[in-house]
Each structure stands twice: as C-alpha cells, then as structure tokens.
C-alpha cells in the first residue's frame, strides 16, 4: 500500500494563481510581481516563480525575459478557436442528455436554473459564473459518455475566464435559454436540445467577441492620398 505524498506546494500555489485569474481578480495584461503575489498567499517565491511557469506552459500567463510574468490576455482568434470546439462538444453532450437524463436528474438541473437566475437578479457574478459552470457540466455528465466529459473538462475553466466579463451582459437571457434547454432534455427531445445548446453557445461566442472588438478597435488604415500631377509628371 502506497503513502500518499502532500500536494507540492508549487501545485497549490498554481491552483490558487489560476483561481484569481480566472475570477478577475489578477487583470489581463497584468503584470505578475513574485514578492507581491508571495505575500498575497503567505508563502515564499520560490514556488511562486516555478508556478508562474506552469502557468506559462498552459498558457495562462506570459513570460517576457527582463520584463517578468504578465497575465495572458487572450487574442479574437483564440477565444473564437476555443468557444467553438466548446460548442461542438456541448452540443453533443445536450443531445445524449435529452436520451438519458432521469426524471431526478432533469430537477437537478432546475434547481441550478433557478440558483443561477436569482443570482444573476442579484447581481451576484461570482455566483452567476460558478453555477454556469456547474450547469454545463452536469449536462455533459447527464451524457454518459466519459471520453466527451474528459474533453469538455479541459475547456471548462478556459470558458469560465471568457465568461466572467460577459456574464452581467448575458444576464437574464442565458438563463431562460438553460430553461428552453432543460426543458428539451425533460421532453427526451435530443434534436432539440442540441438545437437550443448550439444556439446557447452561439450566443455567448458572439457577445465575448464582440466585448474584446469593443476593447481592441482594429485601428483605421491609414487614408492614402492621391498627389495631383503636376507639370512634370509625365
């Protein structure tokens, strides 16, 4: 019988760090600094440097050499990439859900319908997000298919970070779409809530990239201006 070993601390720190950036509370672009981020979680640098650089290895935090660590602030490209393999395989897993979900398991999912609605009217955000998360993944687990369920987990916490700044934006109207979809699985009808879940995600794709379009207006092509010929131009 094997000892199980303590979590490193590097791990920890790692999982804490990810926790503040996917929450907002470390910024996009946002400057890293070791010793502050050391106080902050009242250890010492070191886990916090080897930290940083697995957070850089999976993409969440930028290393520049001579500059130090900066929060990733993810491109159109990327979010538009990874919201739409999201769709793809939500999609699927509303379609397997509508085939299996129990009676039980459809009123589970109401009950983090109606969570989710009244926090969004309180305006709670945290909560809103956290209990988006949870919906979404009870639907994938509702598919019975646990290769789907390891696929979507990978892009689950990347989701959460695109959907916290668009969350208030979505407000009332994601959750009536979580009950047209509910409802679809309750009825047993996969086409239709493969339907809604496409949709669903469509949406939020769409109001996420156009929040980034907001933030990062493409600059305006320079306006060339013809020169008038003059005597000498042949």
Same mark, same amino acid.
């Given at each position: *019988?094997?000892?199980?070993?303590?979590?490193?601390l590097r791990?920890?720190?790692?999982?804490?760090?990810?926790e503040?950036?996917?929450?907002?509370?470390?910024?996009?672009?946002q400057?890293?600094?070791e010793s502050e981020?050391?106080?902050l979680?009242?250890?010492?640098r070191?886990?916090?440097?080897?930290?940083?650089q697995?957070?850089?290895?999976?993409? #969440?935090v930028d290393?520049?050499?001579?500059q130090g660590?900066?929060?990733?602030?993810p491109?159109?490209?990327e979010?538009d990439?990874?919201?739409?393999?999201?769709?793809?395989?939500?999609t &699927?897993?509303?379609r397997?859900a509508?085939r299996h979900a129990?009676? &039980?398991?459809v009123?589970?999912l109401?009950?983090?319908?109606a969570?989710g609605m009244?926090?969004?009217e309180a305006g709670?955000?945290d909560?809103?997000?956290?209990?988006?998360?949870?919906?979404?993944a009870?639907?994938t687990e509702?598919?019975?298919?646990?290769?789907?369920?390891d696929?979507?987990?990978?892009?689950s916490?990347?989701?959460? #970070?695109?959907?916290?700044?668009?969350?208030a934006?979505?407000?009332?109207s994601s #959750? &009536?779409?979580?009950?047209?979809?509910i409802?679809a699985?309750?009825?047993?009808?996969a086409?239709?809530?493969?339907t809604i *879940?496409?949709?669903?995600?469509?949406?939020?794709?769409t109001?996420?990239?156009?929040?980034?379009?907001?933030?990062?207006p493409a600059?305006?092509?320079?306006?060339?201006?013809?020169?008038?010929?003059g005597p000498l131009d042949?």
């Amino acid at each position: *019988m094997k000892i199980p070993r303590p979590i490193p601390l590097r791990e920890s720190v790692f999982e804490a760090l990810l926790e503040l950036i996917i929450s907002g509370q470390l910024t996009r672009g946002q400057h890293l600094v070791e010793s502050e981020l050391a106080a902050l979680l009242g250890v010492s640098r070191q886990p916090v440097r080897e930290a940083l650089q697995l957070l850089s290895g999976e993409g #969440w935090v930028d290393l520049h050499p001579g500059q130090g660590a900066f929060v990733h602030s993810p491109t159109a490209e990327e979010a538009d990439q990874l919201l739409a393999v999201r769709a793809l395989l939500e999609t &699927e897993s509303a379609r397997l859900a509508a085939r299996h979900a129990t009676a &039980e398991e459809v009123e589970r999912l109401r009950a983090l319908c109606a969570r989710g609605m009244a926090a969004t009217e309180a305006g709670d955000i945290d909560t809103t997000v956290a209990l988006n998360s949870e919906l979404h993944a009870a639907v994938t687990e509702l598919s019975r298919n646990a290769v789907l369920g390891d696929l979507a987990a990978q892009v689950s916490r990347r989701v959460r #970070w695109y959907y916290t700044p668009v969350a208030a934006r979505r407000g009332r109207s994601s #959750w &009536e779409e979580h009950a047209a979809l509910i409802d679809a699985i309750a009825d047993g009808d996969a086409g239709q809530a493969a339907t809604i *879940m496409r949709a669903h995600t469509e949406h939020t794709r769409t109001v996420y990239l156009s929040r980034l379009a907001e933030e990062h207006p493409a600059s305006p092509e320079p306006v060339r201006r013809r020169r008038r010929r003059g005597p000498l131009d042949s």
